[in-house]
């Protein structure tokens, strides 16, 4: 199994940055791709980045060029750096380990507001 943990989630002023970390435990070694999702209140859960293990990295349209996608493999911990937000970025942030296995696992979520 894999144990996800995000945070970082804050109120933030439209314009401005905020780091998440997605720290994984347990069976690490599994994880084949390692992803960002959101949901807003009435709203789908939407996928926003993704990192595959070979450090390929997708973004949705709305989030590229202002969003960024890293990882530190020495503190197994993957982060979503989020710059010049906007209200409609507002939603709690989730991350997903999807496993060689097929397996998918979620952590618990981050809530992020953006807002003057």
């Known amino acids: 199994q894999v144990q996800l943990v995000e945070s970082g989630g804050d109120l933030v002023q439209p314009g401005g940055s905020l780091r998440l970390p997605c720290a994984a435990s347990g069976n690490i070694f599994t994880i084949r791709v390692t992803a960002w999702y959101r949901q807003a209140p009435g709203k789908q859960r939407e996928l926003v980045a993704e990192i595959t293990n070979r450090d390929t990295i997708t973004y949705v349209d709305s989030v590229k060029g202002r969003f960024t996608v890293s990882r530190d493999n020495a503190k197994n911990t993957v982060y979503l750096q989020m710059n010049s937000l906007k209200p409609e970025d507002t939603a709690v942030y989730y991350c997903?380990?999807?496993?060689?296995?097929?397996?998918?696992?979620w952590g618990q979520g981050t809530q992020v507001t953006v807002s003057s």
């Open positions: 997903k380990a999807h496993t060689i296995w097929s397996e998918d696992y």
